[in-house]
């Protein structure tokens, strides 16, 4: 790793401490330091993840008393990698769902690109339950209103490699602790005007997986979401049909 780019981990966990330790044992194998954020697991879940971080070198455990959420357990991964002196955080989620032989070439992308948010793109097999699909359609569709463009074909994938020196700032102050988080930080970034560039990641959903989605709750979370963004983008819209107007130019 060259000295401009020093990137980390971050692995948000909720009731994925089993599955959390393949995901660690790939990225140690890659040689980036991991921080893995307890997000208020179960005694029992807590003591895997403790022998996780015990067994494997560069492995840091943040720990929160209680589960507060996957954008609380971000923030905390973000803060803890600003401390250690990282300039960019590779969010991958714990379940596993992600093709870690992507991130070789995410890595790169973004020591030639350091300035950009590297976003995984899902491309997913027959094992993606429908409603979740569906679901991420109407998300898309709403961050292209927000954001006045098309540059997102994305906006949930927890596979992406975030500049620190850009996204700290917008993510220490999102009230968004649960459900939602992938979304709005995306497109506060992309207000912020950071440049995004997104590549193809394979995603699996495995039979036995344990998913946190909680269809109605975290639906209504999502639709509450896109509704502030909204309000957001309205009071944006000088900058942004500005930006645009530029950008035909
Ligand atoms: N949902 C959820 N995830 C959390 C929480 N705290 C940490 N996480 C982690 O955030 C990541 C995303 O959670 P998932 O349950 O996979 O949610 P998802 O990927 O949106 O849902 P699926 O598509 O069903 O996998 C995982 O690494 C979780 O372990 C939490 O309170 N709720
Ligand atoms: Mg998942």
Same mark, same amino acid.
């Given at each position: 790793?060259?000295?401009?780019?020093?990137?980390?981990?971050?692995?948000?966990?909720?009731?994925?401490?089993?599955?959390?330790?393949?995901?660690?044992?790939?990225?140690?194998?890659?040689?980036?330091?991991?921080?893995?954020?307890?997000?208020?697991?179960?005694?029992?879940?807590?003591?895997?993840?403790?022998?996780?971080?015990?067994? #494997?070198?560069?492995?840091? /455990?943040? *720990?929160?008393?209680?589960?507060?959420?996957?954008?609380?357990?971000? &923030?905390? !991964?973000? =803060?803890?990698?600003?401390?250690?002196?990282?300039?960019?955080?590779?969010?991958?989620?714990?379940?596993?769902?992600?093709?870690?032989?992507?991130?070789?070439?995410?890595?790169?992308?973004?020591?030639?690109?350091?300035?950009?948010?590297?976003?995984?793109?899902?491309?997913?097999?027959?094992?993606?339950?429908?409603?979740?699909?569906?679901?991420?359609?109407?998300?898309?569709?709403?961050?292209?209103?927000?954001?006045?463009?098309?540059?997102?074909?994305?906006?949930?994938?927890? #596979?992406?490699?975030?500049? /620190?020196? *850009?996204?700290?700032?917008?993510?220490?102050?999102?009230?968004?602790? &649960?459900? !939602?988080? =992938?979304?709005?930080?995306?497109?506060?970034?992309?207000?912020?005007?950071?440049?995004?560039?997104?590549?193809?990641?394979?995603?699996?959903?495995?039979?036995?997986?344990?998913?946190?989605?909680?269809?109605?709750?975290?639906?209504?979370?999502?639709?509450?979401?896109?509704?502030?963004?909204?309000?957001?983008?309205?009071?944006?819209?000088?900058?942004?049909?500005?930006?645009?107007?530029?950008?035909?130019?």
């Amino acid at each position: 790793m060259d000295n401009a780019v020093k990137v980390c981990a971050i692995v948000p966990v909720y009731r994925h401490e089993n599955a959390s330790r393949h995901v660690v044992k790939s990225l140690v194998d890659l040689n980036i330091p991991v921080i893995l954020i307890d997000d208020g697991n179960t005694p029992e879940g807590h003591q895997v993840l403790f022998e996780i971080a015990r067994e #494997f070198a560069n492995v840091e /455990l943040v *720990t929160h008393k209680c589960n507060l959420g996957k954008g609380a357990a971000m &923030r905390s !991964g973000m =803060d803890a990698a600003i401390v250690a002196g990282f300039t960019h955080a590779l969010q991958v989620d714990a379940d596993g769902q992600h093709d870690m032989k992507a991130i070789p070439f995410f890595i790169n992308e973004t020591k030639e690109h350091p300035e950009d948010l590297i976003c995984g793109y899902p491309e997913y097999d027959e094992s993606v339950p429908k409603a979740r699909e569906q679901g991420r359609k109407i998300t898309n569709f709403w961050v292209a209103i927000e954001t006045l463009s098309l540059k997102i074909p994305d906006a949930m994938c927890g #596979f992406r490699i975030y500049p /620190l020196k *850009t996204s700290w700032p917008v993510m220490k102050r999102l009230h968004n602790n &649960r459900m !939602g988080v =992938d979304i709005e930080i995306i497109v506060r970034l992309a207000w912020a005007g950071v440049q995004m560039r997104f590549f193809p990641v394979k995603v699996n959903y495995p039979k036995d997986g344990v998913s946190n989605f909680r269809m109605f709750h975290d639906n209504v979370v999502i639709s509450m979401t896109h509704t502030m963004l909204c309000i957001g983008m309205f009071f944006r819209l000088p900058l942004l049909l500005s930006r645009r107007l530029f950008k035909k130019k």
